[in-house]
């Protein structure tokens, strides 16, 4: 008899195969990212039609194969149908869900990785707080996760704590304002927005969506966020290009 294997974990993407089946992309715990493949998930009587969509979170049951697996059943504890409702909220969605799938390792525990991804999704269907807030908090947090975040709490040229006014991509951290002659890159960085890297790096993930900044603040996090990211990730994300084309044609109306 063949072994069910059951994960948590939430559809990252999907991709129709052949007539009715469909290839999935999940983020797990215990495996991270794996491929798999459920079978007549599109026919309008499966019952697993709707348990095969993207951002779907919940307990899926698989069997394990070479080189993939088969869903053969899904036990979904949230859909998150809000996102799905919303055009700017799907984009921002779509965006994590890529951002995450960057960042995934097939066979590596994808437990932290999946429980910020789930409290992302909350918030923004929540709509406390405002998508682009969202979206920074996020960035950095996966950084911390996958061990690539700057240094916010000394300069990284002198290791001083004081007088951090400056962020430098090259240099992958905070500058003091003795040391900024010698960073040719450097961004000004207010206390209120270095305080709110510092609390998205330290703070525990349920506790990470609990704070606003003022749309300065916001600002200058958006500025040092792109620097960085545009420096150490070689990647265009397709939901990043549509969400800032729509932000391009708002400005224009």
Known sequence: MVQQLVLQGMILSTMPIG?????????????????????????????????????VFGEFSLIEGRTSYTLVGANISDYFMELRNDITSTCYGSYFLEFAGYYARENVDGTHLLKLLYATMRILCK???????????????????????????????CGAVKDLSYFSSLNCGIVCASCKSRMPDVIKITESALYAMQYMISTDIEKLYTFN?????????????????????????????????????????
């Open 127 to 157: 709509k406390v707080i405002s998508e682009r807030l969202i979206r920074r908090i996020f960035e950095l947090k996966i950084l911390v996760i996958n061990g690539e975040y700057p240094q916010c709490f000394q300069c990284v040229n």
């Open 213 to 253: 900044v003022s749309d300065d603040v916001l600002k200058i996090l958006e500025r040092i966020m792109d620097s960085y990211l545009g420096m150490y990730i070689d990647k265009s994300f397709k939901s990043l290009g549509i969400l800032q084309a729509m932000t391009d044609d708002l400005s224009l109306s």
């Open 19 to 55: 007539e009715y089946d469909k290839r999935i992309v999940l983020l797990t715990t215990k495996r991270g990212k794996i491929t798999a493949f459920s079978k007549g998930s599109r026919r309008s009587s499966s019952s697993m039609l709707g348990a095969t969509s993207a951002f």
